[in-house]
């Protein structure tokens, strides 16, 4: 296939986190006519309000420590939403994620601790039960987190415990005020217990961040982690947090689509894999656990979209994948910081083909305009013009897929990509480089 003159369908051609090291992407400033201020909630042309705008996506959810009054009153379906234009808010926002009791109902006004039984009075569907007792399992390792940069500004989000030693894993943004990481950060645990937690370490490119605590004389409870590969459309999940400051929130829905990649930050360089899911997830619910019915972690809530018709439709939330969030926590845990892939090679759209002749509307594949000399990509023989169309088994089909499959890759591992090249597809396996170098 051959790129049509001026074709181009989205995605991020020619400046890919499959192309550059992190150090040229997440060195680039912050959009100056991006609008977006930690507590001010505003909006410009090419950015969008933390408070979810009516006609676009909103990036940031951390909110100010006092939470604002949305613009209107509508039920927001997630976390918060980037795009590969210029997001601006993640869904860190409300203060004070937490955990703690909830409340069930289903046509009735009774309630049940998060660490009792299910109420009789709940609905006896299958699925509201196995809700609310899913919840009670994950609740208590679930946290809410205040920060603050030591001035006025001050926000939060929530986290999940990893283990007995005190550590907890949360939003990179939920951390972080105008590219400040925050000087005091608190953790508020599932017993009302308040801890200061110190940050292990962050790491911008996978918006994840590794707080600890002192565990003497808590009784923690660890997070049991899922199989996020494992996820199929339809399921149910389960997500926990602290949305606008109302702590030990419960929220359900189903998995849309196990298989996203959404930008990691307001930058829009860095692409990461997502679960998409219907589940209400609003601003404080970032950094809180996204569970499976067996109280299983598969996703760390990061960002969500409101309807952009002026509807009352819930819009999408989105998920850090529980199995890139292991890799990257354990990374940091171990060493205070995370490693990403690097693939050395100018990427742009392919139109797809429409049997008799190239699409002018879909994208189909990633085209290789270039490969930087001696990069993996040169090493593998990846050549200019060649498609990527898939890659570890992943279907590819525009530069994103391609940016987000390579930068969750730990550098040094070894990615299989389906090219065709003349009017013959085959494998090529490339060990990845180190973006970070």
Avoid: C
Avoid at 97 to 115: E, P, Q
Avoid at 253 to 261: C, E, I, K, P, W
Wanted: no cysteine.
């Amino acid at each position: 296939m051959t790129q049509n003159t001026g074709w181009s369908q989205g995605g991020n051609d020619g400046a890919s986190d499959a192309t550059r090291p992190l150090q040229s992407v997440n060195g680039r400033p912050i959009y100056q006519n991006s609008g977006y201020q930690q507590a001010g909630y505003q909006t410009s042309q090419n950015a969008y309000s933390q408070a979810y705008p009516q006609n676009g996506y909103g990036y940031r959810a951390t909110a100010a420590a006092t939470s604002p009054t949305p613009e209107k009153s509508k039920r927001y379906g997630g976390g918060v939403i980037l795009t590969a234009a210029v997001l601006a808010a993640l869904v860190g926002g409300g203060v004070g994620a937490g955990v703690g009791s909830f409340t069930a109902s289903a046509g009735s006004s009774s309630s049940s601790s998060a660490r009792g039984s299910v109420s009789s009075n709940i609905s006896n569907s299958s699925t509201v039960t196995g809700v609310a007792e899913t919840a009670k399992k994950a609740l208590p390792s679930t946290v809410s987190i205040v920060a603050s940069n030591g001035s006025t500004a001050a926000g939060g989000g929530s986290g999940v415990v990893l283990d007995k030693e005190g550590h907890v894993l949360t939003n990179n943004h939920v951390v972080v005020f105008s590219d400040r990481e925050a000087s005091v950060v608190e953790v508020r645990l599932n017993d009302g217990t308040v801890r200061t937690a110190k940050i292990v370490g962050r790491d911008e490119a996978s918006d994840l961040a590794v707080l600890k605590i002192d565990p003497s004389g808590l009784n923690l409870q660890p997070i049991t982690w899922g199989d996020s590969s494992k996820l199929v459309s339809g399921e149910v999940v389960v997500a926990l947090g602290a949305p606008y400051s109302r702590t030990d929130t419960v929220t359900s829905g189903v998995v849309s689509n196990a298989n996203r990649v959404q930008p990691a930050d307001e930058k829009g360089q860095n692409y990461i894999p997502m679960v998409q899911t219907d589940a209400p997830i609003n601003h404080g619910n970032s950094g809180g656990p996204l569970v499976n019915l067996k109280g299983e972690l598969v996703g760390i809530n990061a960002q969500g979209q409101a309807s952009q018709d002026g509807g009352t439709a819930d819009g999408m939330a989105f998920s850090i994948t529980s199995n890139y969030a292991k890799r990257i926590s354990s990374e940091i845990i171990a060493s205070g910081k995370a490693t990403h892939g690097y693939l050395g090679a100018n990427v742009k759209n392919s139109p797809a083909d429409t049997g008799s002749g190239s699409s002018k509307l879909i994208s189909g594949g990633v085209e290789i305009s270039s490969v930087t000399s001696g990069s993996p990509a040169a090493k593998a023989d990846l050549r200019a013009g060649d498609i990527v169309v898939e890659a570890d088994g992943h279907p590819i089909t525009k530069s994103d897929e391609l940016n987000g499959t390579v930068r969750a890759a730990a550098a040094g591992s070894n990615m299989t990509l389906k090219v065709k090249r003349g009017g013959t597809t085959k494998d090529i396996t490339v060990t990845l480089g180190s973006a970070n170098s």
